[in-house]
């Protein structure tokens, strides 16, 4: 069983992000915050987010309907906060 308040599902991502961005040599002031962009602040790539989309739902092991997250009105997002994925994950998993 998962902890699925707010605070743990942000925890769990930052650490996700984290791993996946390890090996990029990226420079960041101040960490990974909710305000920290996926494209803008850490270049991600679509390929990226599509990992990132695989590493939670196998973390938390189940389907999560990212697509409800990464398109609006037909088109794909062009950027997202931690804090939207945030947000997402626990509305989509029922945490608070």
Known sequence: MYNLT?????KTL???V??????WGL????GITNDTFLVKDLDFASVDIIQLCV???QNY???LGFQDLLMNDGNYV???TIAQITD???NTMGGG
């Open 55 to 57: 590493a939670l739902e």
């Open 78 to 80: 062009s950027d997202l």
């Open 88 to 90: 997402f994950l626990v």
């Open 18 to 23: 984290e791993d996946l961005i390890q090996d």
């Open 6 to 10: 707010n605070e743990c599902i942000g």
């Open 14 to 16: 930052m650490k996700i």
């Open 27 to 30: 420079e960041l002031d101040e």
């Open 61 to 63: 092991d189940r389907k």
